[in-house]
């Protein structure tokens, strides 16, 4: 390699660099999501020019005409990043022009409940011919460590005709792109922590990529946690979901336990916490939702296959998760039972769909799994969610239901709270329904024979 071709790839680093600190560079993120819609709008807070891209073009279009899709963004948040130049666009070509690209499509599982890398595959044969030297690329969707180096990487070089290369250590021409992978680290409806306060963790395919993120990162969030690779970095989201969904599982098995043996296991978690170290309080519930606890160790544990490693505790946990909304409607059969009731034909309302409390995300809710179920065993059920005034087809159910008003709640056989919005005035649920049946302990300091937990 000639000391010109290194000093060009040095050049194109320092001049992204420093129009990374001067914030003209150019940031493409793709993918408006929950994930890409609040991230661009953080870069047009600071001062960047933003692109978000889009294959749904009611998106693009709505983003484009000052509207939000998602319930927590307002739409003065996108009129104020519209008047500093975001926009949005359809159109991949476009991507010739950024100077930093970051990836935020969908990571979810198949049929068979396997990666689907689709998305991320669609996106880089999509980009791939629009590459540029100099460019940087950073992938943020969650996924098994290796994606980067193994997926991503290889289609942006074959699909790039000016045989651009990931800038890699000990191949440093100039004919390069840097790459790098950061994981999303959101908590959805946490308002205790700001944004900009949550450590970034960056790993680059070499340290001039990492430093480029890095930098590009800081403009925006306060710290960064640098890895030594991509991998690492793909690994550390996952260990941190993989966290949430053992630990999960752990009290949802507790729970089941501390029911059978009269035990109240909100009241154990409550003085559990008063420990000063070395215990974190999970609470238990009706089932895992969202994009991503409940299926991103799956990711792990299908990579883990290829290296012939059974990851024994994520399939554990699966386990004791996914059999969760089962318990539940088991709970309500007996709740209804001491009323001398069956579940067949009984008249049931489920308060919340939402996979966790004040948000607008019904993806892999286990709400969605109770309404199923109860209608195949005969419920006449209905739902109540502030969030969703309708609830039609998904990728895994297909309900086509009203949300129902908060009226009249005697003339149930239950009420079974699923998810425990903050708007919902539980002393009035329990005064006026005849049985409550309580996934989250949402009931907490309400005296009443009527309310079962479970
Ligand atoms: N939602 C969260 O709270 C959260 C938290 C941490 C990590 N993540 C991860 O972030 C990633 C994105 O999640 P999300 O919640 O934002 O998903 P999302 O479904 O809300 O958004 C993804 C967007 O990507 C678009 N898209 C799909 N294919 C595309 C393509 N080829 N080109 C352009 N756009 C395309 C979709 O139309 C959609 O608007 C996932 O890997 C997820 O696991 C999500």
Redesign the pocket.
């Known amino acids: 390699m000639s000391t010109a071709i290194r000093v060009s790839s040095t050049a194109n680093a320092k001049e992204l660099r420093a129009k990374i600190e001067a914030r003209t560079a150019k940031v493409g993120i793709?993918?408006?999501?929950?994930?890409?819609?609040p991230l661009a709008l953080l870069f047009s807070e600071r001062e960047f020019p933003v692109t978000g891209?889009?294959?749904?073009t009611k998106?693009v279009n709505s983003l484009n005409s000052g509207k939000s899709y998602?319930y927590r963004i307002t739409e003065t948040e996108i009129a104020a990043a519209r008047q500093k130049s975001f926009s949005a666009t359809?159109d991949?070509s476009r991507a010739a022009e950024m100077d930093a690209i970051i990836i935020?499509?969908?990571?979810p599982l198949d049929e068979y409940r396997e990666p689907d890398l689709s998305?991320i595959r669609?996106?880089a044969k999509?980009i791939a011919p629009h590459l540029s030297p100099g460019q940087l690329i950073i992938l943020?969707?969650?996924?098994y460590p290796g994606t980067t180096q193994e997926v991503l990487i290889p289609i942006l070089e074959a699909g790039n005709s000016a045989g651009l290369t990931a800038a890699r250590e000990g191949a440093d021409s100039g004919r390069v792109f840097f790459v790098a992978f950061s994981?999303?680290?959101?908590?959805?409806g946490n308002d205790t922590i700001a944004r900009r306060d949550i450590p970034k963790v960056v790993g680059g395919l070499n340290p001039t990529s990492s430093d480029l993120a890095g930098a590009l990162y800081h403009s925006i969030f306060n710290r960064i946690v640098p890895v030594s690779s991509p991998a690492a970095a793909e690994m550390t989201?996952l260990l941190e979901n993989i966290y949430r969904c053992i630990n999960i599982a752990l009290v949802n098995e507790l729970k089941m336990l501390c029911l059978r043996m009269g035990i109240n296991i909100w009241e154990v978690i409550d003085a559990a916490s008063t420990k000063p170290f070395g215990f974190h309080p999970f609470y238990p519930g009706p089932g895992l939702g969202?994009?991503?606890i409940p299926?991103?160790p799956y990711y792990l544990s299908w990579k883990a296959k290829e290296f012939d490693f059974q990851a024994k505790f994520i399939e554990l946990a699966g386990e004791i998760n996914t059999y969760m909304p089962y318990h539940v409607v088991n709970s309500v059969a007996a709740a209804l039972n001491t009323h001398k009731k069956a579940l067949n034909g009984s008249n049931i309302l489920v308060l919340g769909l939402a996979y966790k409390k004040d948000i607008d995300?019904l993806?892999e809710s286990p709400g969605l799994a109770i309404l199923e179920e109860l209608q195949q065993r005969g419920v006449k059920v209905c739902y109540n969610d502030p969030y969703f005034p309708t609830v039609g087809r998904g990728r895994k159910y297909n309900l086509h239901m009203t949300c129902t008003p908060l009226d009249n709640l005697a003339q149930y056989d239950c009420v079974l709270i699923v998810t425990d919005h903050s708007d919902y005035d539980y002393q009035r649920i329990v005064r006026e329904s005849q049985l409550v049946v309580d996934t989250r302990n949402a009931t907490r300091g309400i005296q009443s024979e009527k309310i079962v937990h479970c």
């Open positions: 793709i993918g408006m999501g929950y994930v890409g819609l891209f889009d294959i749904d998106k998602i359809a991949y935020c499509v969908p990571t998305y669609e996106t999509a943020e969707s969650t996924t994981p999303e680290r959101e908590d959805p989201k969202g994009h991503c299926v991103d995300d993806r």
